[in-house]
């Protein structure tokens, strides 16, 4: 189970956050102030922290400039301070995503599911679909004959697809998945990149991302 660590001295935000994140399934820890966070990672595996700013002992700033340097975790800031400085500070700290208060829980969740999505993507280098492997270090798909080289986006996002086949993904799911919360583009850029994509994957047989009209897009399960 996903252990998600909550950092905030409200225990009613404590208690709204935990009770939205255990109704999908997470395991959540909390602390009460910086201290407390910085000893509870130390005391058993967490894969995302969401950290309030105005806390006692170390504040939200420390404690995220901690974690950036000694875990490898996405950080999702929950504060008032919702000015543009504080924003840039929080994410010169380090931070992944910045949730102001008050939020909507829903969506909390939500962009939760979506970091821990991309760190996944992050740090997974390798997927097999079939026969063939999609290389995200390397920039290529590859079979035992057959080499295609990518390019970055390009393989992010058939590597997403093909890490969870059958799956539909919207436009502003693989928007933020590849190319972030902070991205302001058009979202048929996704269109485009699926497009020259299914061009350079036609020699692989049976890999094939298929359009679910009016959703999104799936990678077809192979076989």
């Not at 890490?163 to 972030?180: A, H, M, V």
Request: proline letters at 4%.
């Amino acid at each position: 189970m996903t252990t998600i660590l909550v950092a905030d001295d409200d225990a009613n935000i404590r208690r709204l956050i935990r009770l939205y994140l255990e109704n999908d399934q997470f395991r959540v820890i909390e602390a009460l102030d910086g201290e407390e966070a910085l000893e509870k990672m130390k005391e058993q595996p967490v894969s995302l922290a969401i950290i309030d700013v105005m806390m006692p002992k170390v504040n939200g700033w420390e404690v995220t400039r901690f974690i950036r340097q000694s875990y490898t975790l996405p950080i999702l800031i929950v504060t008032a301070k919702g000015e543009s400085s504080d924003k840039i500070e929080g994410f010169n700290a380090g931070t992944d995503d910045y949730l102001v208060k008050p939020f909507d829980p829903v969506e909390l969740v939500l962009r939760v599911k979506a970091l821990l999505n991309r760190y996944e993507l992050f740090t997974a280098q390798e997927v097999q679909i079939g026969p063939y492997v999609i290389q995200k270090d390397k920039l290529k798909v590859t079979s035992d004959r057959t080499e295609v080289a990518l390019k970055r986006k390009e393989c992010e996002l058939l590597f997403h697809l093909a890490k969870f086949p059958g799956t539909i993904f919207t436009r502003d799911q693989l928007i933020q998945l590849i190319w972030g919360h902070d991205y302001e583009g058009d979202d048929r850029t996704v269109d485009v990149h699926i497009k020259r994509l299914r061009e350079k994957i036609r020699p692989f047989e049976g890999l094939s991302i298929r359009t679910i009209r009016g959703l999104g897009y799936t990678m077809e399960e192979y076989g």
